[in-house]
């Protein structure tokens, strides 16, 4: 059984063609976590009509990172052996790399199957991210960035078996580079599983401020998975900074209460 979990929050004008792409998949079900939205993303996604397709609404925005561990559940749940991650502003053409990505899982044995979306390196500009050097250092720290380079789940469609949600805490998936570690502490397989060059991905425009806000998370993020790897306690903190960003706005509270029995 395989699915894909699309978080979306006013993805109003994207989220159709995103859902549409999807269903053209050889896929059981489509597990779309709506949040937060106030545009016109649940019409237009109520007029879609996909059999395949699941909804799980909340009318609060759960955060980042905070749909996907909602919807990994409900896919467990469902007895799912493979789950894919697709964001819900997503409109590029990828359904081949989709396809590579569960077949990673189904034929390959991967865990967690990664997508590689800087084929060539960073653009001069881009190379001034934090989040690049953080990437590295953290997949340095794993012992896999010779195999996996940039790669991350915080960035591009992946996919993961049900071996991984079955050993991975499923709350952990709220922090994405965090269930890396616990993957490789795991003995769990990961790799690249398929190339997407990010500006293909289709995902929309952001603000200066969102970007900023952004790289501070996944900042944040990486230095908690190394952390959590070294078995020292959970610090987002580096050289007397602390990287939060969009991290207190995860709703853990509702995540948990979601997966309380």
Not at 16 to 44: F, P
Not at 119 to 135: G, K, L
Not at 189 to 205: F, R, W
Request: charged share 20%; aromatic share 6%.
């Amino acid at each position: 059984m395989i699915t894909v979990v699309v978080p979306a929050k006013n993805e109003a004008g994207r989220i159709a063609t995103v859902l549409q792409n999807l269903s053209t998949l050889q896929i059981d079900h489509i597990i779309l976590v709506a949040n937060g939205s106030n545009d016109s993303t649940m019409h237009e996604v109520l007029q879609i009509g996909i059999p395949k397709l699941q909804i799980l609404y909340f009318h609060e925005r759960l955060g980042i990172d905070i749909p996907r561990a909602i919807g990994a559940k409900v896919a467990l749940a469902l007895g799912s052996d493979v789950v894919a991650f697709v964001d819900g502003d997503m409109v590029g053409t990828f359904a081949e790399n989709l396809t590579e990505l569960i077949d990673g899982i189904l034929i390959k044995h991967l865990d967690l199957a990664l997508t590689n979306c800087y084929p060539a390196p960073p653009r001069h500009i881009e190379r001034y991210n934090p989040t690049f050097q953080w990437r590295l250092n953290l997949n340095k720290e794993l012992g896999l960035d010779k195999k996996i380079n940039l790669a991350t789940p915080s960035h591009g469609p992946h996919a993961v078996s049900r071996r991984f949600l079955s050993t991975i805490p499923i709350r952990e998936l709220a922090i994405p580079p965090v269930t890396m570690a616990l993957s490789r502490m795991n003995k769990l397989k990961i790799d690249v599983a398929t190339t997407i060059p990010h500006y293909q991905l289709g995902s929309s425009l952001k603000t200066h401020i969102h970007c900023a806000k952004i790289i501070e998370t996944i900042v944040g993020d990486c230095l908690e998975a190394i952390s959590v790897f070294q078995n020292a306690p959970r610090t987002r903190q580096w050289q007397n900074k602390t990287y939060t960003g969009y991290h207190n706005e995860r709703r853990f509270d509702v995540l948990d209460h979601f997966l309380t029995p």
